[in-house]
């Protein structure tokens, strides 16, 4: 379904996860990010995309590399795709193409097209890195902590900003990578804020927002999490991370291996050092 929707910006919700896929027109392109997840929400992206591509180029934009953000690939053949050197050089490719196989698979669905992992075509690989196609400018930042491959993009016409698995409206911070790293990106999103103009932003799981005052309250909720698990962690302290595992939404199976990954990453980085 459509979710947000202005003159250049349509953002689409998935039933499952609340996730996200944004298209965004410019004079000079049509950028699609993280096309996902069902087949039939899928090809309403494709069909949105058809009516609004007229003779403009078309890319593809990978936040990154999770089954869920990189499903819709091979359903736009013709874009040239858009990532991080983190996702060209994924050591796990085959593993991201059995998850999405086995989604298949689960729900008796046939692949409406080849299941496959993102081949990059334009490499973003520093902070600050900009690729100008025509009169549009995007920016990029390198977005690590929940996965190592992630990618912050400021499309500079739209004052849009795609932020991937972070600064959700519900989600806390999933660590399947870092949790410095993570601090670290949210440290970034952070100057983001005060080094661009950002009139929309659009998370991978979530609702999108316009106002300034909710990116940052997403920011320090996500820090505030972070700050408060590492510490419960450092003190060994079994009652805080027990609350803190209630504050996950959406309570579920799934939400506590999150959880517990959570906190083995925590451990693993902070265990005997406050350096936070």
């Given at each position: 379904?459509?979710?947000?929707?202005?003159?250049?910006?349509?953002?689409?919700?998935?039933?499952?996860?609340?996730?996200?896929?944004?298209?965004?027109?410019?004079?000079d392109?049509?950028?699609?990010?993280?096309p996902?997840?069902?087949?039939?929400?899928?090809?309403?992206?494709?069909?949105?995309v058809?009516r609004?591509?007229?003779?403009?180029?078309l890319?593809?934009?990978?936040t990154?590399?999770?089954?869920?953000?990189?499903i819709?690939?091979?359903?736009?053949?013709?874009?040239?795709?858009?990532?991080?050197?983190?996702?060209?050089?994924?050591?796990?490719?085959?593993?991201?193409?059995?998850?999405?196989?086995?989604?298949?698979n689960?729900?008796?669905?046939?692949?409406?097209?080849?299941v496959?992992?993102?081949?990059?075509?334009y490499?973003?690989h520093?902070?600050?890195?900009?690729?100008?196609?025509?009169?549009?400018?995007?920016t990029?930042?390198?977005?690590?902590?929940?996965t190592?491959?992630?990618?912050f993009?400021?499309?500079e016409?739209?004052?849009?900003?795609?932020?991937g698995?972070?600064?959700?409206?519900?989600?806390?911070?999933?660590i399947?990578?870092?949790?410095?790293?993570?601090?670290?990106?949210?440290?970034?999103?952070?100057?983001?804020?005060?080094?661009?103009?950002?009139?929309?932003?659009?998370?991978?799981?979530?609702?999108?927002?316009?106002?300034?005052?909710?990116?940052?309250?997403?920011?320090?909720?996500?820090?505030?999490?972070?700050?408060?698990?590492?510490?419960?962690?450092?003190?060994?302290?079994?009652?805080?991370?027990?609350?803190?595992?209630?504050?996950?939404?959406?309570?579920?199976?799934?939400?506590?291996?999150?959880?517990?990954?959570?906190?083995?990453?925590?451990r693993?980085?902070?265990?005997?050092?406050?350096?936070?």
């Amino acid at each position: 379904m459509i979710q947000f929707q202005n003159d250049s910006i349509t953002v689409f919700q998935s039933a499952l996860f609340q996730t996200t896929c944004t298209v965004a027109v410019t004079k000079d392109l049509v950028i699609v990010v993280d096309p996902n997840w069902l087949p039939h929400e899928i090809e309403e992206i494709k069909e949105h995309v058809a009516r609004v591509k007229g003779d403009r180029a078309l890319y593809l934009l990978f936040t990154h590399g999770d089954f869920d953000h990189i499903i819709g690939y091979h359903a736009f053949p013709d874009a040239k795709v858009i990532g991080s050197k983190g996702l060209q050089e994924h050591p796990e490719k085959t593993q991201k193409i059995e998850l999405i196989q086995q989604f298949y698979n689960e729900y008796y669905i046939e692949p409406p097209y080849e299941v496959g992992f993102p081949e990059v075509d334009y490499l973003i690989h520093e902070d600050g890195q900009q690729l100008v196609l025509g009169e549009t400018m995007l920016t990029f930042y390198l977005a690590q902590g929940h996965t190592h491959d992630g990618l912050f993009t400021l499309v500079e016409p739209l004052g849009l900003w795609v932020a991937g698995d972070y600064v959700s409206d519900f989600e806390l911070p999933f660590i399947y990578y870092s949790a410095k790293a993570y601090e670290g990106t949210l440290r970034k999103a952070e100057q983001i804020l005060l080094n661009h103009k950002v009139s929309v932003l659009v998370p991978g799981h979530g609702q999108t927002t316009f106002e300034q005052a909710e990116i940052k309250r997403r920011i320090q909720l996500s820090q505030n999490y972070l700050s408060r698990l590492i510490d419960a962690v450092v003190d060994e302290d079994v009652e805080r991370l027990r609350a803190l595992e209630k504050e996950m939404p959406f309570s579920s199976n799934f939400t506590k291996e999150c959880h517990k990954d959570n906190v083995e990453i925590v451990r693993k980085e902070y265990v005997g050092s406050k350096g936070i």
